[in-house]
């Protein structure tokens, strides 16, 4: 986004980057994720149009819900669905037995990543450069075990939203799955944009001009 001359910003959540909090992680909760979009938006002149992805695009629909938060767009990139994760959590858990179970057993989401062959099936393409993958797991961090079982029980309103909406997904997501990416999109009467060649982290494969672009363009309608 900044090389193609666009102002953007992307925040750490508490606990997460470098913010403060890391030691209390386990005991955040979604909403707690909204104040902090919240304050950060607090500073802004002007509301910028919210990207989220994955658990961040729950975050940034409940945060667009807000009446005193006028946002002029919301884009939800491989967003958590309308209705929660039941539907794909079964799913990547009949596929992946073993290492949901792990998982559920250690109340650990990082756990999910310690195999190369399931970290990639659940977040990248088949044609995800191997380097790619072993970053990824080597830099991934714990999240709140709290605030994911929460994407189940804090479900987005779609009626709420007064503001433009795009939605995109990776062609070959695991983890949100193209059905549930489309019914986010007839949630909110609109279109899906599905990225090809990329998996459920739709902002580290293929060309990153190609996501700034769509964002771009999709600021230019909605602005």
Known sequence: LAAQGAAAAALSLRG???SGGRKLLQAYRIMDYVRDVRRVLAGWDRAPVLVG???GGLVAHLVAEEEEVAVPGLALLASSPVGGMHRDG???LLRQPRTFLRAMRERSLRSLYRDEAVTRWLLF???APPELVHRFQEEAVEESWLAGSEMNTWLPAPQRI????LV???AEDNMVCAASVQRTAAAHGVAPVFLPGRGHMVQAEGDPGELAALLLRFRAEAC
């Open 16 to 18: 997460h980057g470098g």
């Open 53 to 55: 992805h994955s658990m």
């Open 90 to 92: 079964l799913r990547m």
């Open 125 to 127: 393409s088949r044609a």
């Open 162 to 165: 007064r503001c433009p909406v």
């Open 168 to 170: 995109a997904g990776g």
